[in-house]
């Protein structure tokens, strides 16, 4: 995907990736979801976006380039996965809320602490879930360039 695809207003986005791919490569699996479920998040003057109020250390990956990971840890126990959008310098973001698990599904539940045969709906379906379920941190997966063939995300 080109990188502009992304440097487009949240909601435009968020409809666009609809139905994409998210892949995530580890040493011993890939794995694949369908992404099903997202939430836009218009940056500056959003009261529920992370940069409402400005570019801080925290938040600096919605502010560009877009097609960047922003991931942040909520509630003390969830990590949540969005996109950065919107061209360099201003900020947007696409949360993916869930993905149709397609591939590796065993790790998944795995990372996700249930059984190698767990239903599909209980792997990705959330935020938190999607996150735990391909091994999402923000500690290692922050700011990671989403269209990189170097990227695992």
């Not at 694949?32 to 570019?55: L, Q």
């Not at 997966?141 to 269209?147: C, M, P, S």
């Amino acid at each position: 995907m080109p990188r502009d695809f992304f440097a487009r207003q949240p909601d435009v986005v968020a409809r666009a990736v609809l139905g994409k791919l998210l892949i995530r490569k580890t040493p011993d699996a890939l794995l694949a979801g369908r992404i099903v479920e997202v939430e836009a998040y218009f940056g500056e003057g959003d009261p529920a976006a992370h940069a409402a109020a400005g570019r801080t250390a925290r938040n600096g990956v919605l502010f560009g380039p877009p097609g960047h990971a922003y991931v942040y840890f909520i509630y003390g126990m969830h990590s949540c996965l969005n996109i950065s959008c919107e061209p360099t310098g201003q900020a947007g973001s696409v949360l993916v809320r869930a993905l149709e698990p397609l591939r590796g599904l065993t790790q998944m539940a795995a990372w996700r602490g249930l059984t190698p045969h767990a239903p599909p709906r209980l792997l990705t379906s959330g935020p938190g879930r999607l996150c735990q379920a391909f091994g999402i941190t923000r500690a290692v997966h922050n700011g990671l360039d989403l269209l990189s063939e170097d990227s695992e995300l």
